[in-house]
């Protein structure tokens, strides 16, 4: 069965960094594509960005261009996502997901709660 | 950047009675592999979401069978044959086809 599962809660201070951990466990062999999305409290899902495992290129949706940075470990499963440059308007749920043959995989969402 | 359009935002439905949502891209869904990946997503409250339906017409494991995919091009369809009280929550389609992926607004499955 394969398992998601992210870092725990952050609280930070307007103007500094997060970084969000993700462990896949299970089988997981050639997984095509990584994502980071988030969602605002009382919103819907918004892309921050991705890397497409073959190529390790990260690429962002361009209002993260320059805050976020997203790796990614295939020998260790795990990829992170920071990101920089914090304000009120980041607070939200960050979730990591993984496609593999079409499917997928959600890990469970770390709470990053922006405030001074 | 491709474009999700849900219809409708929100759905009371009666408890056994069937449901619709509708999802239109504002572009073709197909992979350069000619796979058109298209998924349906359940989030309830307070949870992360669930993936329901993907590569458009395919159950997850564990997915009753009361949910069901469809659609070609750029209309797809998410079906609910008979809802019942664990179904209320937010639907999303999703595409990742290609980066970046990109969500329909939601649709709000309620019970009248």
């Known amino acids: 069965q394969v398992r998601l599962v992210q870092s725990g809660a952050e609280v930070k201070k307007p103007g500094s960094s997060v970084s969000v951990s993700c462990k896949t466990s299970g089988a997981m062999f050639d997984t095509y594509s990584i994502s980071w999305v988030r969602q605002a409290p009382g919103h819907g899902l918004e892309w921050v960005g991705g890397?497409?495992?073959?190529?390790?290129?990260?690429k962002y949706a361009q209002k993260f261009q320059g805050r976020a940075t997203i790796t990614a470990d295939e020998s260790t499963y795990t990829t992170n996502m920071d990101l920089s440059g914090l304000t009120s308007e980041d607070t939200a749920v960050y979730y990591c997901a993984r496609q593999w043959a079409g499917i997928v995989y959600w890990g469970q969402g770390t709470l990053v709660t922006v405030t001074s | 950047d491709i474009v999700m359009t849900q219809t409708p935002l929100s759905s009371p439905v009666t408890l056994g009675q069937p449901a619709s949502i509708s999802c239109r891209s504002s572009?073709?869904?197909?992979?350069?592999?000619?796979?058109?990946?298209l998924s349906w997503l359940q989030q309830r409250p307070g949870q992360p979401p669930r993936l329901l339906i993907y590569k458009i017409s395919n159950r997850f494991a564990g997915v009753p069978d009361r949910f069901s995919g469809s659609g070609a091009g750029t209309d797809f369809t998410l079906k609910i044959s008979r809802v019942e009280a664990e179904d209320v929550g937010v639907y999303y389609c999703?595409?990742?086809?290609?980066?970046?992926?990109?969500f329909g607004q939601g649709t709000k499955v309620e019970i009248k």
């Open positions: 572009q073709s869904l197909v992979h350069s592999d000619g796979n058109i990946y």
């Open positions: 890397i497409i495992t073959l190529s390790g290129t990260p």
């Open positions: 999703m595409q990742a086809t290609q980066f970046p992926w990109t």
